[in-house]
């Protein structure tokens, strides 16, 4: 194995953050998982409009991941101690779940992993690249997980209440139907039959205030689901923390599409998105 010939998966390179402090090396019988994205088995076409709609199985035998490169990477798997968690759909994700000690993850992708100690939270991390054996990293786009430092930040800004240096601030305030008519949002356009899928990296909702807030715009609450990613959860504090993000998005939402029905993805704020380019999003959510 140590003859093996490695290749970096582009898109995985990581710095340490600024203002970070490494605090040591992390216990090398702590167990992980990792999630190894394998490329489309063809592909992608762009996007014209006039696209025929494809159901999820059609999607996943014309642009999933070969089940070829799954067993490569169960091979993998096998060759580094690893277990394969397999959930059934790794096809249609192109998503494979491995799980095992740190010490194996580090040979396995050829990594060191260290605890770092930063002003917005502690985290773990790596420098450098994550790489594979050539057989597997020509099928792999991205290995997400080794990485747990947070990759978004709350942009709401709460308004100062101290008289001294808010006095002078505006109190005028805009609920989302007036915002929807400034920008000549359609009000025939309600969504009805649609589903929406807000993505949360943090933060919580509680469907009491969701009632109280549509019924005083006079509006039916929508209705809301939470969906669990990687065992992240729908765990609300305070306004002042990522709930408003949250609580903000399920408003908008519901108080211009009327008819849709809000799925919540509540998933961890980590660095999920080495490599992989078409799972970026430039958006920094809460």
Not at 121 to 150: C, F, I, K, N
Not at 165 to 181: D, E, I, K, L
Not at 189 to 212: C, F, H, K, V
Not at 242 to 260: C, F, H, P, R, S
Request: with cysteine; glycine share 8%.
């Amino acid at each position: 194995m140590a003859n093996v010939k490695r290749i970096a998966i582009r898109g995985t390179e990581h710095a340490m953050l600024s203002e970070a402090r490494p605090v040591g090396p992390i216990d090398p019988h702590q167990l992980i998982e990792v999630s190894v994205i394998l490329k489309h088995r063809q592909e992608l076409p762009k996007l014209t409009g006039a696209e025929e709609r494809l159901n999820h199985n059609d999607f996943a035998r014309t642009y999933g991941a070969d089940p070829a490169h799954i067993d490569k990477i169960r091979q993998f798997a096998r060759e580094h101690n690893l277990q394969m968690i397999e959930r059934g759909d790794e096809v249609l994700r192109r998503t494979i779940t491995l799980a095992g000690t740190i010490a194996n993850m580090e040979k396995a992708f050829s990594v060191e992993l260290t605890s770092y100690e930063h002003p917005e939270g502690s985290y773990r991390g790596h420098t450098g690249p994550v790489q594979m054996p050539e057989e597997y990293a020509s099928l792999v786009s991205g290995v997400l997980g080794l990485d747990t430092r947070a990759v978004a930040h709350p942009h709401m800004r709460f308004r100062n209440t101290n008289r001294a240096f808010g006095a002078r601030a505006s109190t005028a305030s805009y609920n989302p139907q007036n915002v929807a008519s400034l920008y000549n949002f359609p009000p025939n356009a309600n969504g009805t039959g649609q589903t929406m899928g807000l993505i949360e990296l943090g933060g919580g909702y509680r469907p009491a205030d969701i009632t109280n807030y549509f019924q005083n715009l006079g509006l039916p609450a929508p209705t809301v689901k939470t969906v669990s990613v990687d065992n992240a959860h729908n765990r609300p504090t305070t306004p002042q923390s990522a709930d408003g993000e949250v609580m903000l998005d399920i408003e908008v939402a519901g108080a211009v599409a009327q008819g849709a029905q809000i799925a919540v993805y509540f998933a961890p704020n980590i660095a999920r998105f080495s490599g992989c380019p078409e799972h970026r999003d430039s958006r920094s959510a809460s």
